[in-house]
């Protein structure tokens, strides 16, 4: 199984600083023959379903705002937000959707402050 | 526009078995597996299974010996039964749409309490 390690596991900022939570797989998640790189990034509020924020690593989710940006290739990944807004205030996961089990990482608890 | 619904008990006794079922819309799963994921109070996402279109299945190696996933597609319900439940597996339970860019659609999720 693909093992999927985040840091930190919370981080506490302002309204307006960049923030920035790292995903970390223990295999490399990019696809040969398409190259594209099978890592998924979620926002979940309290109460609610996870929403995917950015998949194929760097792909932004129709209607998600521009401020998320996902990067990395191969077996690290970052999930930035370029100006934190309050209603950012959710836990984010990754998940690795190259091979089945589907698992995802422990996630990272974000707190404005 | 595509809907998971989700639908099942909020209370199992323990060792007692727990069925959900995933009502789906908005796509046929003729042509989309649907996956099974848990998450635990205050804790993380755990991945236990999954239905593809073709109706084979893949579990979770942990849960592999007291879950089934089962589907019928002409009523568009996917159909998630787990055995001998106790207290740890006390958590809300969401179907998600597989798609190849990832999870993009999950039900609204079940709260399900193991207690006597």
Not at chain 1, 49 to 62: D, G, H, Q
Not at chain 2, 65 to 71: A, D, E, N, Q, V
Request: charged share 15%; net charge positive.
């Amino acid at each position: 199984d693909i093992v999927m390690t985040q840091s930190p596991s919370s981080l506490a900022m302002s309204v307006g600083q960049k923030v920035t939570m790292s995903c970390k797989s223990s295999q490399s998640l990019l696809n040969s023959s398409n190259q594209k790189n099978y890592l998924a990034w979620y926002q979940q509020k309290p109460g609610q379903s996870p929403k995917l924020l950015v998949y194929f690593a760097s792909t932004r989710e129709s209607g998600v705002p521009d401020r998320f940006i996902g990067s990395g290739s191969g077996t690290d990944f970052t999930l930035t937000i370029s100006s934190v807004q309050a209603e950012d205030l959710a836990d984010y996961f990754c998940q690795q959707h190259y091979s089945t089990p589907r698992t995802f990482g422990g996630g990272t608890k974000l707190e404005i402050k | 526009q595509v809907q998971l619904k989700q639908s099942g008990p909020g209370l199992v006794q323990p060792s007692q078995s727990l069925s959900i079922t995933c009502t789906v819309s908005g796509f046929s799963l003729t042509s989309y597996g649907v996956h099974w994921v848990r998450q635990s109070p205050g804790k993380g996402l755990e991945w236990l299974g999954v239905i593809w279109r073709g109706g084979s299945t893949d579990y979770n190696a942990a849960f592999m010996s007291r879950l089934s996933i089962t589907k019928d597609n002409s009523k568009s319900q996917v159909f998630f039964k787990m055995n001998s439940l106790q207290a740890d597996d006390t958590a809300i339970y969401y179907c998600a749409k597989n798609e190849e860019r990832g999870f993009a659609y999950w039900g609204q999720g079940t709260l399900v309490t193991v207690s006597a």
